[in-house]
């Protein structure tokens, strides 16, 4: 799996059987995202969640940091823009920035942030929004949106006090401050810390185990949990019975129940020879 002719490979996917790497491949720019390179993003989550082989992705960076927020050309060119037409024309950068992170939140497959780095600002936003954080002992996390002026906006106002709670939420974001590994794990901001060289092996294997069940009940189970924080019991029994009626027609479902029966039958015709 290969990145489009036309594209300027600053985003890499590739295929590993059952698990697709991700990976921001702008290294000289400590991997920041800039306009081009969240459309590139966005198509290449359009296809692991088109592709029915991928399992599970891991999102990782390129050389020694995961991804530094946006871009600083970008910046430069958001304050060059007539004073008019400032608003609208972050509006509408805002918006694609939402999309790209909505897609990776909710691809219908496991996710994995495999972090070699630091990330920063967006950087730290995106890794909060995949399923699962597993970071390397290099890695370092910072909401540092408060250094430029700004608020999070990829996302972490929404994530990061799922994850640690609203107070430390808070303490993170208004601060900026830089988080080290084994922090962020006792935090709950991650969820694992492990060598720098042994990362991507690592979440591979991890995300190779959570990609292994049924797809279709995996996908519709992680839909509902992700909502669950917003949604009443009622609401959530109402979507599983749902999601529940869905899987019973499934071929994973229908096949799973009839080899278990089958293995009953055969254990109970064994128990019968033997009396």
Known sequence: ???????????????????AVLTLNRPRA???????MRGELMA????VARTDSIKALVLTGAGQGFCAGGDVKSMQARLAVPQGEVAMAGWRRQQRTHHAVSMLHALPKPTIAAVNGAATGLGCDLALCCDFIIASDQARFAMSYILRGLIPDGGGMYFLPRRVGLARAK??????????????LR??????????????????????ELGAGAPGALALGKNILDQTFELSVEQVFSMGSQAQAICYSSREHQESVAAFLEGVAQRRAAKAQQA
């Open 171 to 184: 303490e993170l974001i208004f601060t900026g401050r830089t988080v080290e590994p084994e922090e962020a």
């Open 44 to 47: 290449a989550l359009d296809e």
């Open 187 to 208: 935090l709950g901001m991650i969820d694992r810390v492990t060598g720098a060289e042994a990362l991507l092996e690592d979440a591979r294997a991890w995300a190779a």
């Open 30 to 36: 400590r991997n920041a995202i800039d306009d081009a």
């Open 1 to 19: 799996m290969t990145p489009a002719p036309d594209a300027s490979d600053a985003i890499l996917l590739q295929a590993d059987g059952p698990v």
